[in-house]
């Protein structure tokens, strides 16, 4: 008896089966350490997926500096999956996003900073943050976010970065916060012009 030749594409881990996966691991767990510790290994394994580098996908709004394509987003915003291109030169000012976060590279070198705080959170519309340090995130490399890391994320290239970014909830449906390092403000996080796949 012959066995039956398996092609690569039938390995090939898709978006409807990152979706599946993802419902289960916050249908068994809600601490968001041990949940980004799980879903790190399944965007590593959907960063190969050739079908995720659109041509689509890298457009961008040029005031943004950024483009948002939604690839799954649940009925109460509870997961979030989108794939974020991100201009030359452009990037986003440091913010939060108040639940957890999985960020996988799929072309191109963007720059990660990750802030910490020297303030105690206290005092609305003040914070004292700096640049801890910076991790470059290249075609599958694999970042993670809890609820209050704050990051921001900048493209020093000559074109367009792709990434893909699982979230525990819809960025649209929290209230976050954005920051000015220098001027020590805190304020709401702008909301993101944002496309449907």
């Not at 079908?51 to 109460?76: P, S, T, V």
């Not at 794939?83 to 990037?91: E, S, T, V």
């Not at 799929?106 to 020297?118: A, C, I, K, P």
């Not at 970065?161 to 929290?174: E, N, R």
Request: proline fraction near 6%.
């Amino acid at each position: 008896m012959r066995s039956k030749r398996v092609s690569a594409t039938e390995h090939q881990y898709s978006a409807p089966a990152l979706v599946r996966d993802l419902r289960d691991i916050v249908a068994e767990v809600s601490d968001p350490r041990e949940v980004v510790k799980r879903v790190m290994p399944l965007a590593k394994r959907i960063g190969n997926d050739p079908g995720l580098r659109r041509k689509e996908f890298y457009d961008c709004d040029e005031e943004q500096g950024f483009g948002i394509n939604i690839l799954h987003e649940e009925d109460d915003h509870s997961l979030l999956v989108e794939a974020i291109a991100w201009l030359p030169g452009r990037g986003v000012k440091p913010h939060d996003h108040q639940t957890w976060g999985v960020v996988v590279g799929l072309d191109g070198q963007e720059t990660n900073v990750n802030w910490m705080r020297r303030d105690d959170g206290m005092r609305p519309g003040f914070a004292d943050i700096y640049a801890n340090h910076e991790v470059e995130v290249g075609p599958g490399d694999v970042v993670a976010f809890l609820p209050d890391d704050i990051h921001s994320v900048r493209n020093d290239g000559d074109s367009a970065t792709l990434s893909l970014h699982i979230y525990g909830k819809s960025l649209a449906h929290i209230e976050r916060s954005e920051f000015e390092p220098d001027a020590k403000i805190q304020r709401p996080c702008p909301k993101r012009k944002r496309s449907r796949d």
